[in-house]
């Protein structure tokens, strides 16, 4: 279990580690990946089969086989993933369950035991059977979940930030197990977290591709206007030019005459706004 975690904590340094360096190739990328089936799909696999799921016979390899499947499948859909320039956002979320996250998940019950804090001997080949289902279908799933590559920092918290990574290594080295079934259950709140934050931050991506934009002609005028953040802004077409809604010149509509892109459009009109303080 120690193994896995520091494989973890490895796993989330390889990546920047060779970015920092300029290290990044395609092969290194597949090397990462294999050795990732290796570390958190074959392994805990193998753990939690010797432990328990070896009981279960051929039914317990079947459980076992599955999860290392859908292990490997997850990181080939994560290899094949991009992200345009202005999708970057979605570089925060995972498309499912990561490796090291699904690891973390289905040795969950051992951690539990290990941590004496509930005994379920007589439901273990169930309860450890059910959590290796229930997670290789999150892997293989489109759920988005947390991860937190990504975050921003404040300078003026860094120092708390360590004072609390520093607490959480001395918490695991006193209280290992219990700390560490602690971590894995807050993880599992994080999922629908993360899914409902992905949901919200989708809906305003929608909203600047244009489907908050509402577009008319005012045929007395031949005027466009549109409806932005609950204000009116018009835009005379004939003479190229945006009043605000007090009727005020804003801008030289010079540009986007011809909107045949209204993704590109609705990031013309954020731009106006910020600029105006809008």
């Not at 490997?72 to 993933?81: E, G, Q, V």
Request: hydrophobic letters at 45%.
């Amino acid at each position: 279990i120690i193994a896995l975690l520091i494989a973890g904590i490895l796993d989330t340094l390889d990546g920047r580690i060779a970015r920092l360096i300029k290290g990044t190739s395609k092969v290194g990328k597949e090397l990462d990946s294999l050795t990732d089936v290796v570390s958190f799909g074959v392994a805990p696999a193998f753990i939690m089969y010797f432990w328990t799921l070896n009981e279960l016979g051929k039914l317990g390899w079947l459980i076992i086989l599955i999860y290392v499947v859908c292990c490997a499948l997850r990181l080939a859909r994560f290899n094949i993933t991009t992200y345009n320039d202005d999708t970057l956002w979605k570089q925060n979320f995972f498309e499912g369950v990561p490796s090291p996250g699904g690891a973390g998940l289905v040795i969950l019950p051992l951690v539990l035991y290990k941590s004496e804090i509930y005994n379920f001997d007589q439901y273990k080949q169930l309860i450890v059977s059910t959590v290796f289902i229930i997670t290789s279908v999150l892997l293989i799933s489109k759920v988005p979940t947390y991860s937190f590559k990504r975050i921003a920092i404040p300078r003026s918290t860094t120092i708390f930030l360590l004072f609390g990574i520093g607490l959480y290594f001395g918490l695991v080295f006193v209280y290992t197990f219990e700390v560490l079934f602690i971590t894995g259950v807050v993880y599992l709140c994080t999922i629908p977290v993360s899914y409902l934050h992905f949901r919200r931050l989708n809906s305003k991506e929608k909203i600047l591709s244009g489907q908050a934009f509402q577009m008319d002609i005012i045929p007395a005028t031949n005027t466009n206007y549109f409806i932005h953040d609950c204000e009116r802004e018009i835009i005379d077409t004939n003479s190229r030019q945006v009043f605000g809604p007090d009727g005020l010149l804003n801008h030289t509509f010079e540009t986007y005459e011809h909107r045949s892109n209204l993704l590109e459009y609705a990031q013309f009109v954020d731009a106006l706004f910020s600029s105006s303080g809008g």
